[in-house]
């Protein structure tokens, strides 16, 4: 293998030959340019796999024939072999995705190019300290030089600012190498282990190399100057700044920090976590896409170095973290810098114009994936080794930091995503064949990391996992018609279950049941779609893949990773609402908080363990075990909308399309459901100061029940009210799981059941409803009964089984729940569940009144009934909830009987006809047979007194001998229940949405105040560098 | 308990008594309340010949067939409830359909016949029923919270939902019924009571004196024939329900015949002494008093 030094030698020969060129030769030079970065990749690539699966080992490269610290040595690790290809192929892709500019500015410019690219290289491998010095001057005038070839106005300014602070920068890097060598009397990095405990200015010496490189990281908030960069220089060379000097500067700090002996590492971890969270707050009040994407790079860097900080706490890990993190972050950074080169406009929502092409939607929802850290990338198994590593070693508030600052970067990165998908597109991007295959290859380079990171790794490898593949197999047939994709995700779902079914425990199975043919159900009504439908199925595979790796997952790890997959299938699925971008958003930052404590519970329960097993949860430390509780009972409660975490419930399943509400609605809160329950089955109830926190979960799903059920019978939007109402459906199987016995669970399970049957048939009707009408309101609607009866009688079957009203099997549910409280002490809540009861009637009869009842309006007599396709399920919901309602026992006994392993007490007793508890009897047959021989006695008494009914029109009602004026002003159903409203009206005060109003506002506000720093004004950037150092020094001389 | 065809035989006679005992009783005491107002009130058969009017007459229109099932499904909603409650205690035959559920049962089915009037009434598309709806459901259900929660303390009380078997826990002489193990679960179950009776201070659902608002607006003839069918039994059953939980049940006849018209004639005397509540306020009203009685009733237990 050729020497990788030969990699500096390329780049400083090239370039010296194309000083050498002709002027007018430019397309010659910029060949002999990608030619020199090919070779200079290749080289490095070599050596990546020569380390990496040849296992060979560390390759030391003297110079001048003599042995360091006589001579330069350099050395070539994994590490730097990784950093090496990172650099070089980002120099490579820029010069070829920056050719017209290159062609533009000649021969020099690309001789600036590779010296940038050679001087990286030099930082990676050298471990010289002054030859350290050499490079980083070499890459400071090189970066100058480049800034230079952007189009942008500003670009001037900012390489002058630039190489202003990197001045600064020097001098201190230099007088500390000049301690350094006064101390050890060497150069060599290596003769530098723990300096900083030598005599002779070594702490000084420490100090002024350290600030230097770590300034070089561009530590919030002596950073200006490089945000002024990334904004300003051409994309194509930002994303060497982002991918390659980012990673050379931290190389570079990773080498010295032997040095710096243990001091060193609480302030590494200090300005790094500082700098994450405070430039993720920065990046919060961005509306510039490069500049968001510098403060992106700014924080992910900071979490490098964190990392780096905690290097001793991570020990195996480190590089399993760290690595992780710098090539998911190099991958993603270059990859959104070349898309915004695509992209004409500035402002975030300028890059809707990305939408016209789905396979640069494709590749910019890879990048952004790979920042937050969303499976299967490799920030995915970084994240989740660093949180275990980091609260393995007592970290808690280290684990905090990391999480607040990921959800925060989570929330201006999705929603310049939201933007992206949902803003006006004015025009399709104009992309060349060439720019194209550049960012895809990007991203596809990003999902090979992943499957490197998932091979390498202690955990399981998510690309491996069938269900996930088979998801992703959606999206290589995207070019199919959504008709013929739809059979295919039908027999997907299908084929799985039969695939699977012998191996399920009755809990499992339950779920599955309605996650796989359930959803196979619901994906009829997509059949209605015409076109293509690009992105709908691999986002529902996607959620459907989760959903079914969840309920068979043995380890944490594999728990959360489905718990992850789960969630961004649903969060691209809820996205393609018309209106739902803000509610997208909400949701999806609500479940990556929720799945942010899931994490730091599972952790906290490991002790750090990579392989946990769900079971061993049961073994917590008693200590432990509460607070285990609370972080994972609190994740599942973001995804089941409990209170005061519910508020991005209503607009998400509300805005989402027809087929895709019942989805999300009927299917996937039962994965917090489905959590919960095993939460509880591992751990029990433990208790907190003496409160057991089930007690806690009755409060939450009571009150939940209540709020829920009270502010559904006050929306005009149907498809709100069947939002809100699930929100208090939760809030009951909650409470049902919170009793903590048989019964209870056994409600909670047919909740489960009846909930998807009867949510997902409810949202269809409603659905197909509001495309007939073109309206979701329900006052504009009324009468519709004859014109759409099909759609009536699901929603009369539908808010019969909801309201429990016997016959139907609503009412097993309601029976099962008294049953269930007679046991429980809990008596407090139960008032609040008992409050909350009744008002479902309310919405109910609301609903089905205001759409088919009342008056028909004059725009809707010509309506038919609701597309076939989405009828289709509605029917076979009906069917099975009339024959359910007859036989329960089919579903039931055996669930009922598997319960009776966790909760041997006060189970049923199947008696025949009749079902037997402790305290009461139930025969849904008699029941069945004496209210339909009952109903059809009278319905016949009437036939025969009045069969010769008349039909008479509409305004022919009884009206103090006027006649109605128009369906508008007779339709009684806007604010139809005022008398209510004045009542307990002030039960609706919005307290959840105010506080995370507030909670928002305050981070917006804290960004606005923080970035009046940044000024734009040299000096002042100049000033922050120097007060930066003054303060290091007084709080490491402070620590000292 | 089981099915056996006699039953059927029973019921009907079961149903034949409470029909004729609630047009006489019902008619006695608007007498009664007529009378308090220095009327002189109806005559004691009138309520069967209004009944028979409503039968017989001959003008006949439906809206729809939901309007049309409107009163099917409230007059099944009574007699519904009648019979899955045992009407006389000790009794196996009288017990009627019990066997089928229990308490809760019957505490849902109570919404069998409300949501089906109510799907009728908004058929007709008069805008008075669904006023008179929207009144209706804000109302009820407000009533009903003091109501469920004292009922669940009794069933917490004597740990049952068998409505049999809470009626056999309070024999043994008048201190034994719940009304006084269990004082305040009763008061609030009673202020339930009056709430559901549609008489005053609760009785601007209907409200009949003015103008013809509420559910049944739209409804005549035979429609509204089986609705009065319906206003005679339906109290009477939800009285049943009463008498059974909180005031030692009846095990006979006659004392069922004095227990239902002593509890009717209580929501009588407070009709006819209060004004009418606005909606709000009822809802506001049972809030206030009837939910607190009823947790301390919970709490007592």
């Known amino acids: 293998m050729v020497s990788a030094i030969s990699i500096i030698a390329i780049g400083l020969g090239a370039a010296f030959l194309l000083g050498l060129m002709r002027e007018g030769r430019e397309a010659l030079a910029h060949a002999l340019t990608v030619l020199a970065l090919g070779a200079m990749s290749a080289v490095a690539v070599g050596w990546l796999w020569l380390l ?73 491998m050298t471990r010289d300290l002054f030859n350290l010095f050499v490079f980083f001057e070499l890459a400071a005038i090189s970066t100058g030089g480049m800034v230079l070839l952007s189009d942008d106005e500003d670009a001037l300014g900012a390489g002058f600012k630039y190489m202003i602070v990197a001045q600064i920068v020097s001098i201190l890097l230099l007088i500390g190498i000049i301690f350094a060598y006064h101390a050890t009397g060497s150069l060599n990095i290596d003769d530098m282990g723990g300096l900083a405990a030598m005599g002779g200015g070594a702490a000084l010496a420490v100090f002024l190399v350290v600030a ?202 999705l929603r310049w995503f939201g933007f992206t998908m949902k803003r006006e597109a004015s025009e399709a991007v104009a992309s060349t064949p060439a720019e194209l295959a550049l960012v895809l290859a990007v991203a596809l380079a990003g999902w090979g990391a992943g499957w490197i990171w998932g091979e390498v790794g202690p955990y399981e490898n998510l690309l491996r996992a069938p269900a996930l593949l088979l998801a992703l197999a959606f999206l290589l047939l995207d070019w199919l018609p959504a008709r013929v994709k739809n059979v295919a995700a039908i027999a997907a779902l299908i084929g799985g279950f039969a695939a699977s079914f012998a191996s399920y425990d009755p809990l499992q199975m339950i779920f599955a049941a309605i996650i796989m043919p359930g959803g196979a159900v619901i994906l009829l009504a997509s059949f209605y779609e015409h076109g293509r439908r690009v992105g709908f199925y691999p986002s529902a595979m996607l959620m459907f893949a989760g959903m079914a790796m969840l309920i068979v997952a043995q380890s944490s790890f594999g728990f959360f990773a489905a718990w992850e997959v789960l969630t961004v299938g649903s969060y691209f699925l ?42 061993a949860l049961a073994q917590v430390p008693l200590t432990l075990a509460p607070w285990v509780f609370i972080l994972l009972a ?155 009866p099909l759609s009536f009688i699901a929603v009369l079957i539908g808010i019969i089984a909801m309201s429990g009203v016997p016959p139907l099997s609503g009412f097993g549910g309601r029976w099962i729940f008294y049953n269930a409280i007679m046991e429980s002490d809990a008596r407090a809540p139960m008032i609040v569940i008992f409050l909350s009861g009744p008002i479902a009637f309310l919405y109910l009869f609301r609903l089905i009144h205001s759409i088919f009842l009342g008056q028909l309006k004059d725009e809707n007599r010509r309506l038919r009934e609701a597309p076939f396709w989405i009828v289709l399920p509605q029917m076979l919901y009906t069917a099975f909830l009339l024959v359910f309602a007859v036989v329960p026992g089919l579903a039931l006994r055996r669930v009922d009987g598997y319960l009776s392993t966790i909760f041997p007490e006060h189970g049923l007793n199947w008696d025949g006809l009749t079902i037997r508890s402790d305290y009461g009897y139930w025969s849904p047959v008699s029941v069945m047979a004496v209210t339909v021989g009952i109903f059809a ?30 369906p508008e002003t007779t339709h009684f159903a806007w604010n139809f229940f005022a008398p209510y409203r004045k009542a307990l009206g002030f039960l609706l005060a919005p307290l959840a949405t105010t506080f995370w109003d507030g909670v928002t506002g305050s981070l917006h506000g804290a960004a606005d105040f923080l970035r009046r720093f940044y000024t734009g004004d040299g000096q002042h950037y100049a000033y922050h560098v120097l007060g930066f150092v003054l303060v290091l020094i007084l709080i490491v001389g402070g620590g000292l | 308990m089981d099915f056996q065809w006699i039953k059927v035989a029973y019921a009907l006679l079961t149903l034949f008594i409470v029909l004729n005992y609630g047009l006489l009783m019902t008619a006695v005491i608007q007498k009664m309340g007529a009378r308090a107002g220095r009327r002189y009130g109806i005559r004691v058969y009138q309520n069967y010949i209004d009944l028979l009017k409503n039968y017989v007459l001959r003008s006949k229109i439906t ?118 193990t269990n004082p305040f679960a009763v008061a609030a179950a009673m ?66 015949g004095i227990k239902v018209f002593l509890l009717y004639l209580v929501s009588a005397f407070v009709g006819v002494a209060f004004p009418r509540f606005r909606v709000e306020q009822s809802v506001r009203f049972f809030l206030i008093w009837g939910v607190p009685l009823a947790i301390v009733g919970l709490y007592w237990v």
């Open chain 2, 63 to 180: 809206h729809g067939y939901m309007y049309y099932l409107g009163p099917v499904f409230r007059l099944t909603g009574g007699i519904g409830l009648l019979l899955f409650v045992p009407t006389i205690y000790g009794s196996e035959m009288w017990a009627n359909f019990s066997f089928s559920g229990d308490l809760i049962l019957a505490l849902y089915f109570v919404f069998f016949g409300t949501l089906g009037m109510a799907l009728g009434a908004g058929e007709s598309g008069h805008p008075l029923s669904a006023l008179g709806v929207s009144r209706g459901l804000s109302q009820v259900t407000s009533a009903e919270l003091p109501f469920a929660i004292a009922v669940f303390a009794v069933a917490l009380q004597y740990q049952t939902l068998s409505v049999t078997e809470i009626v056999a826990a309070q024999q043994g002489g008048v201190m034994s019924w719940t009304l006084f």
């Open chain 1, 937 to 966: 006695s009278v319905l016949l008494l009437l036939v025969l007194l009045n069969h010769r009914a008349q039909k008479v029109k509409q305004f022919n009602i009884v009206y103090s001998a006027e006649r109605p004026f128009r």
């Open chain 1, 634 to 788: 609190l994740g599942f409660m973001t995804k089941t909308a409990a209170i005061g975490l519910h508020i991005w419930l209503p607009g998400a399943h509300a805005e989402a399309e027809t087929d895709v509400s019942p989805m999300v609605s009927g299917i996937l809160l039962k994965a917090g459901l489905f959590g919960l329950m095993v939460l509880m089955l591992q751990m029990g109830s433990p208790s907190l100061y003496g409160v057991k926190l089930t007690y806690v979960l009755l409060w939450i799903g009571a009150l939940t029940a209540l709020i829920g059920n009270l502010i559904a019978a006050f929306q005009e939007d149907a498809k709100r009210l069947l939002a809100y109402s699930s929100i208090g459906q939760m809030g009951y199987a909650i409470f049902g799981i919170a009793l903590m016995n048989h019964l209870g669970w056994l409600m909670a399970l047919m909740f489960v059941i009846n909930h998807y049957i009867y949510k997902s048939m409810l949202f269809l009707s409603v659905g197909g409803v509001a495309k007939r009408t073109g309206t979701r309101l329900m006052y504009k609607m009324g009468g519709l009964i004859a014109l759409m």
């Open chain 1, 212 to 413: 230097a490189l770590v300034l070089e990281t561009k530590p919030f908030p002596a950073n200006g100057w490089a945000l002024d960069i990334y904004q300003a220089a051409h994309p194509g060379f930002s994303a060497i700044l982002s991918a390659g000097t980012g990673t050379a500067a931290l190389i570079a700090v990773d080498k010295f920090a032997g040095a710096g002996g243990a001091a060193l590492a609480p302030v590494l971890t200090g300005l790094g976590l500082l700098t994450f969270v405070a430039a993720n707050l920065l990046g919060l009040a961005q509306t510039n896409d490069r500049r968001l994407l510098g403060y992106s790079s700014v924080a992910q860097t900071g979490l490098i170095l964190a990392v780096i900080g905690q290097r001793e706490a991570l020990g195996e890990s480190y590089l399993l973290i760290a690595g992780g993190l710098l090539v998911g972050h190099a991958i993603a950074k270059a990859g959104l810098f070349w898309l915004s080169g695509l992209v004409k406009g500035r402002d975030l929502t300028d890059w809707a114009t990305l939408r016209r092409s789905p396979l640069l939607v494709f590749a910019m929802a890879t990048f952004l994936a790979m920042l937050l850290g969303l499976p299967p990338f490799p920030g995915f198994y970084a994240k989740w080794a660093l949180v275990h590593g980091l609260v393995a070693s007592g970290g808690g508030a280290l684990v905090a930091l990391v999480l607040i600052g990921a959800l925060i970067e989570a929330g201006y990165l």
């Open chain 2, 191 to 256: 202020l339930g009571f009056l709430g559901s009776m549609m008489r005053a201070p609760f009785d601007v659902v209907l409200a009949p004196q003015e103008i013809p608002i509420g559910p049944p607006t739209e409804f005549h003839s035979a429609y509204l024939a089986l609705l009065q069918t319906n206003r005679n039994i339906f109290p009477v059953a939800k009285i049943v329900i009463y008498m059974n939980l909180f005031f030692g049940g009846a095990a006979s006849w006659p004392v069922f």
């Open chain 1, 52 to 124: 990496g699966p040849g296992g060979a080992a560390v390759q030391e490269i003297t110079t001048a024939g003599t042995m360091p610290p006589f001579a330069i040595n350099l050395r070539v690790g994994l590490t730097e072999a990784v950093a090496l290809v990172m650099i070089t192929l980002a120099g490579l892709a820029s010069a070829l995705h920056m050719r017209a500019v290159l062609l533009r500015m000649g021969r020099r410019a690309m001789a600036v190019l590779l010296i940038a690219v050679m001087a990286l290289a030099g930082i990676v």
């Open chain 1, 574 to 615: 809820i996205l393609r609402g018309k209106y739902s971008e803000p509610h997208a958003l909400s949701y999806v930052l609500f479940s990556l908080g929720g799945a942010f404590a899931i994490m730091a519970g599972f952790a906290l329960a490991s002790g750090g363990m990579a392989n946990f097993t769900m079971a």
